[in-house]
């Protein structure tokens, strides 16, 4: 099994950056990626980047690219989600994520972000 418990969300105003964090214990040798996911009110969850445990390679929705990076720390085993220049329509609450055997299996428990004026 492997635990995932995110933090760093909050309210900021459009333009600003935030950066949310998301640590993994357990069987950490059984990741093969990370990733994060986003559920706006309303809509159904999407993908917004990750990043390949071994090898570092990432991967993003194209919408977001250049604004969000996804980013690892395998001593401390955790995924950083850093996003700039945040929109409105970036208000959702975010998931981290671990893949095993290809798919995606372990959840954090979300952090809301909300982008407002």
């Known amino acids: 099994q492997v635990q995932l418990v995110e933090s760093g969300g909050g309210l900021v105003q459009p333009g600003e950056s935030l950066r949310l964090s998301c640590a993994a214990s357990g069987r950490i040798a059984s990741i093969g990626n990370m990733g994060w996911f986003r559920q706006a009110p309303g809509k159904e969850r999407e993908f917004v980047g990750e990043?390949?445990?071994?090898?570092?390679?990432?991967n993003y929705a194209d919408s977001l690219k250049g604004r969000f990076t996804v980013s690892l720390d395998n001593v401390e085993n955790t995924v950083y989600l850093q996003m700039n220049s945040l929109k409105p329509e970036d208000t959702a609450v975010y998931y981290c994520?671990?893949?095993?055997?290809?798919?995606?299996?372990?959840w954090g428990q979300g952090a809301q972000v909300t982008v407002s004026s």
């Open positions: 994520a671990a893949s095993s055997n290809r798919q995606y299996k372990y």
């Open positions: 990043i390949s445990r071994n090898i570092g390679y990432t």
